[in-house]
């Protein structure tokens, strides 16, 4: 391999069992983030933008947070503490890759999203849409918005880049060149394809419009190895969407 990455190199490199088990815990943790969305909740647990409730403010919360903290139970139960090298505390030119990589995002997401919607029509998928700068408590939504996106975020993160290991490590063991291209694209389209009932299931808006950016927010994970930069870019990329679907 031309670089070392935790959990894929060095002597305490996972084997295809404890791959298996990992990515079960994502698919896991994957449901569990999509439970609201096919079993019939009770009004008071719905969070509603017009008319807000606590409880469904705090459903919410435990819902996400539920989807990263089952990807983080099974790495640590399985890899021990060697999950924590997907993490380090983030250094000056890390964070000036993380605006670099900020801004290609935003461009490659314009670009691909403009294409996408000439060739398949338009789609509701924005956490946004019902929300404008005239709703009630407006910036406290905002607020709570962006925590529990923050939650949400790291958890996607998690989602996207433990595949990404996984396929590159199955690239490498096929000593197929570009063994971390090989992994970013296949984690990306997988990942592209796990949003398809937030776009009304239109396959071609989701594998145009959504694989490009997450290769990007992977390769910023490549570049650095350190999963709160690919957090870092993602979650600036949302937070400048939303308030630009909230003013527009």
Known sequence: MQKSYPLISGHNRLNWVQWILILLANVVAYCC??????????NNLIFDYDHPLMIAAL?????????????????RLITGHEWRHLFHRPTLKELGIALIFFILTYVISIVTGLISKSLFSSVSGSA??????????????????????????????????????????????????????????????????????????????????????????????????NIWISFLVHYLFDTLSFLALLFA
Do not use: C
């Open 33 to 42: 983030l999509l439970l609201p969305y096919f079993i019939e909740l009770p």
């Open 128 to 225: 946004a849409a019902g929300l404008s700068i005239k709703t009630p408590h407006v910036w406290g939504i905002f607020a709570y918005e962006r925590l529990t996106s923050a939650i949400q975020i790291m958890g996607e993160e998690f989602l996207a880049l433990i595949p990404f290991l996984a396929f590159t490590r199955l690239a490498d063991y096929f000593n197929l060149p570009k063994a971390t291209w090989w992994g970013n694209i296949i984690s990306s389209l997988i990942f592209s394809l796990l949003h398809l009932s937030t776009y009304d299931f239109n396959i071609g808006y989701v594998i145009l419009g959504l694989t490009f950016t997450r290769i990007i927010l992977t390769w910023s994970y490549q570049k650095t190895k």
């Open 59 to 75: 459903f919410k919360i435990i819902i996400v947070s539920l989807f990263l903290f089952i990807q983080i139970i099974a790495l």
